[in-house]
């Protein structure tokens, strides 16, 4: 079936440093990805859309300029946390869509 | 806008029992609408879809959901709960063209021995 990679699993990060989050599609190709943030013990809010070869589509709210979105190929996003700081700590999650919906197994950020 | 609203935060069953995880959805459009589970510290795992066919979806791990039009419900259902169910079960919804998917706020499944 369809597998998604997220890496890393973990990061821990200084404020004021940035951090990059990639999304593979591992056997398919996914024309639009999809990147969530979810705070402990709550929903998934969805931060932004990306299709690839355009700019990423953001949610209301969402500080473009602080959470950058490339999705340069049909196989691969990339989510760079930009001067972060400790309200940035999170659980990251994208989706590869396809056929469907294929998460990965998610980033847990945590900036000191 | 399309939305879904999960009603119960945490739902207790002992093991063995039905589990009855209760989802309704707003939607202007024919939706989409998905059951995901997720573990502590884990990305999510596709439980089942409905997506126009079938209004008796049956997922994975003895998971099934009924689509009722009528009642705009999408409630998730298991004969028997078993241990390993104890997660974090998220209803979602979108509009089947292809659109971002929409959570609701997750239920708290706990087994009780």
Redesign the interface.
Known sequence: GAVVS?HPSWVICKSGTSVKIECRSLDFQAT?M?W?RQFP????M?MA?SNEGSKATYEQGVEKDKFLINHASLTLSTLTVTSAHPEDSS?Y?C?A?SY??T????T?LTVV | AQSVTQLGSHVSVSEGALVLLRCNYSSSVPPYLFWYVQYPNQGLQLLLKYTSAATLVKGINGFEAEFKKSETSFHLTKPSAHMSDAAEYFCAVSDGGGDKIIFGKGTRLHILP
Do not use: E, N
Not at chain 1, 41 to 44: F, H, P, R, T
Not at chain 1, 103 to 106: I, P, Q, T
């Open positions: 997220q639009t999809f969530y013990k709550q929903s998934l969805l859309t659980f999650i989706s869509r469907g919906y998460f990965g197994s998610g847990r």
